[in-house]
């Protein structure tokens, strides 16, 4: 199949059950609110090493945020639904909690809830206070301009981690320029987010490595240095660059919505071809077969 | 379509009418309704010597008529809506669990006695002792919302451990009055020795008010979660204006005669 002058692949992302958290970060300002939403998405680009991936979703107007001041939208993925408490205590209590004016809600319904607040309040030594407003159970965390407010629980999802797309171009310039527009493209889609930075991922990995203790390794498949002598090299002639988008989801429609936009504005770009990465079908449950996608 | 009940004439002697909760009435005839037991000064009657009933087997009770010297109402109900036209006396909804119960006119003293869920709405007055515990009793309200347009009179609050009460008017003296936890929220003046032997719990002001010299000025700030509070009333059909969402607040921390972890919020002007 073809976009224009594009070669889709026709082969498959494979991709992972994961669960999924929304965390809303509130503040004086949009800007206090950001810079919690950064630090506490730092370092999160995959749990091969980071144990959650997390990036911002959105934005959100102060009329539509729990507390009528502006907002931003994280999204946090971990592999067990038992890290999430402990990943979510750790980032907004060290990000989040810290960061001047902010106040940090839950953003999933969810009868599935795991607890934060009701951890993080023992950082009040005592001097906490609860609250419940309707439905709503909220820990007022003594700090030292105020309080820190934030939600007794969070609502988890079950979620899909490691959608992906490969992009290939004729060069490193043309080939990121096409990576990013599309990775752009995707974060439009609400309820994904790209964990890497700005979305691109120029060291995909393998699963393992002739190095013991090493769970994944560079995919030197798609290493154009390693063309000459890599034992089965996908770069094909003319191919010097190839950069992967990583997308995670709430939803297997979401994740498949983000890469058709993904592979549309890619080729519109100038991708030479795209492709997608799987481990052969047996280790993930979600497989988005790519000509699938543009056709449905 | 719900279950009507019409108060025929005004009574001059007290009717308690506990019967008239939805829990009750729900599973009954016309008839079954009309039978139920309600005490008359010191006779018991039946409810239909009283009201006029109309509809049956439904958890909505519409009361009509000078409902002023009837007791009780709503009183133990679980679930369910009861909607008063008029005005009611005392007890409305005592030890209600769950439901709604909305009262158009005034309501009298001891609204929500023992309640530890559901929602009373009162838009007009209320007297004294709103959501308090009875005498002798340690604890007043568990839980549940009480909300009062208009103005209350003392000891709103009193002993109460969870919840929240609203006032949309002013307050009279000693609210929140041994407050345990909880939050009494009055949009207008209280009158006087707010909080005196609280323990826990949260009372808030839009106005000024006189502290008692056992509570202790903390700072003055912009309290969060009181945007809940507030949104929350706004939703309710309070006129809250955005000033005192956005504002500061005094935060004076009290009872010190007793654990000293209350707080008593008074907006700033």
Redesign the interface.
């Known amino acids: 199949m073809k976009i224009k002058k594009t070669e889709i692949v026709d082969t498959f992302a494979e991709a992972f059950e994961m669960w999924g958290s929304r965390v809303i970060i509130t503040a004086?300002t949009l800007g206090w609110a950001r810079a919690a939403a950064q630090s506490m998405t730092g370092f999160a680009t995959s749990v091969i090493r980071c144990k959650c991936e997390a990036a911002v979703e959105c934005e959100i107007a102060r009329e539509d945020t729990?507390?009528?001041?502006p907002g931003i939208s994280v999204l946090l993925f971990t592999m067990a639904k038992d890290n999430m408490s402990a990943r979510l205590v750790d980032r907004i209590g060290q990000c989040v909690m810290t960061c001047p004016t902010t106040?940090c809600y839950n953003g999933i319904p969810s009868e599935d809830t795991v607890p934060v607040g009701g951890r993080l309040r023992y950082f009040g030594d005592g001097y906490q206070?609860s609250?419940?407003?309707?439905d709503?159970k909220?820990w007022?965390i003594p700090v030292m301009?105020?309080?820190f407010?934030v939600d007794d629980s969070f609502g988890v999802q079950p979620a899909v981690g490691g959608g992906n797309l490969l992009i290939y171009g004729p060069n490193r310039s043309t080939t990121l320029r096409a990576s990013l527009a599309a990775a752009d493209a995707m974060k439009e889609i609400s309820g994904v987010f790209l964990p890497f930075p700005q979305g691109v991922v120029r060291s995909g990995s393998k699963v393992g490595s002739k190095y013991k203790g090493l769970i994944a390794s560079t995919n030197d498949e798609y290493c154009p240095t390693l063309r000459g002598f890599a034992p089965k090299t996908q770069i094909p002639d003319g191919i010097e660059a190839v950069y992967e988008i990583v997308v995670d989801g709430l939803d297997e429609e979401s994740v498949a919505e983000a890469m058709k936009r993904g592979m549309h504005t890619a080729a519109e770009k100038g991708a030479t071809l795209i492709s997608a990465g799987n481990y052969g079908g047996d280790l993930g449950k979600y497989h988005f077969h790519l000509n699938k996608i543009l056709e449905g | 379509m719900s279950i009507k009940l019409t108060l025929r004439t005004r009574t001059n002697v007290p009717l308690e009418a506990q019967c008239i909760n939805p829990d009750t009435v729900k599973h009954l005839s016309q008839s079954g309704v009309e039978h139920l037991e309600v005490i008359h000064g010191n006779e018991t009657a039946r409810l239909g010597d009283f009201f006029t009933v109309k509809g049956k087997g439904h958890d909505t009770i519409h009361v009509e008529g000078d409902t002023s010297n009837v007791k009780y109402l709503g009183a133990g109900m679980t679930q369910g809506e009861v909607i008063i036209d008029g005005d009611v006396s005392m007890h409305l909804g005592c030890a209600m669990t769950g439901g709604k119960i909305t009262v158009k006119g005034n309501a009298g003293d001891w609204v929500g006695p023992e309640m530890s869920g559901g929602q009373i709405v009162v838009k007009g007055n209320a007297g004294h002792m709103v959501g308090s515990a009875y005498r002798g009793q340690p604890t007043g309200i568990l839980g549940g919302e009480i909300f009062v347009h208009g103005n209350v009179k003392n000891e709103a609050g009193n002993s109460m451990r969870?919840g929240?009460i609203a006032v949309g008017g002013n307050a009279g003296d000693f609210t929140g009055v041994n407050l345990l936890a909880g939050?009494v929220i009055v949009c207008g003046e209280m009158g006087a020795r707010a909080g005196a032997g609280m323990k826990?719990g949260?009372i808030v002001s839009f106005s000024d008010a006189e502290m008692l010299p056992t509570f202790e000025y903390a700072?003055t700030?912009?309290?969060?979660?009181l945007?809940?509070?507030l949104?929350?009333l706004r939703d309710q059909g309070f006129d809250i204006d955005d000033r005192y969402?956005n504002g500061r607040y005094d935060r004076w921390s009290g009872d010190s005669i007793e654990l000293n972890r209350g707080?008593v919020l008074l907006f700033n002007r």
């Not at chain 2, 700030?221 to 979660?225: D, L, N």
Request: charged share 40%.
């Open positions: 004086d729990p507390d009528g001041r106040a206070i609250k419940k407003v309707g709503r909220l007022r301009e105020g309080e407010v | 969870r929240l939050s826990r949260t700072c700030y912009h309290p969060v979660f945007r809940f509070y949104k929350h969402i707080e």
